[in-house]
């Protein structure tokens, strides 16, 4: 495992060269930019799909296209085709009924 070091600059930007016995390598040091708005911590939804259907069609009212990962009853991660009708809702659909939960980030 490497060493760690630390390495103190008057003011960024920089560039250190760190050389280890046969490789060089340069990091570039930069100012960190202004920070973003705050994220909204509860802009996800759940969805439980109860009843087994070849197709789940979900309104998570997030306002967005978020990402979307799928579980069977039993938790374990399963794949289905993901389609974004709008920024509002998605269907998901499978070769066969399933039932389970989606999660929405």
């Known amino acids: 495992m490497p060493d760690v070091v630390q390495i103190l600059v008057p003011a960024p930007p920089a560039v250190v ?6 490789q060089v390598t340069a ?11 705050a994220g909204d911590a509860m802009a996800a939804y ?19 296209i978020p990402i979307v990962g799928v579980r ?21 659909s499978f070769n066969v009924p399933t039932a389970g939960t989606a999660r929405f980030l």
């Open 17 to 22: 060269q760190v050389t280890v016995p046969g």
């Open 27 to 37: 990091v570039q040091v930069v100012e960190r930019g202004p920070q973003g708005p």
């Open 72 to 92: 069977s009853v039993g938790g374990i991660e399963i794949e289905g085709d993901v389609i974004h009708t709008s920024v509002n809702q998605t269907q998901i």
């Open 46 to 64: 759940d969805h439980v799909q109860a009843s087994p259907a070849s197709t789940w069609t979900v309104n998570h009212n997030l306002g967005r």
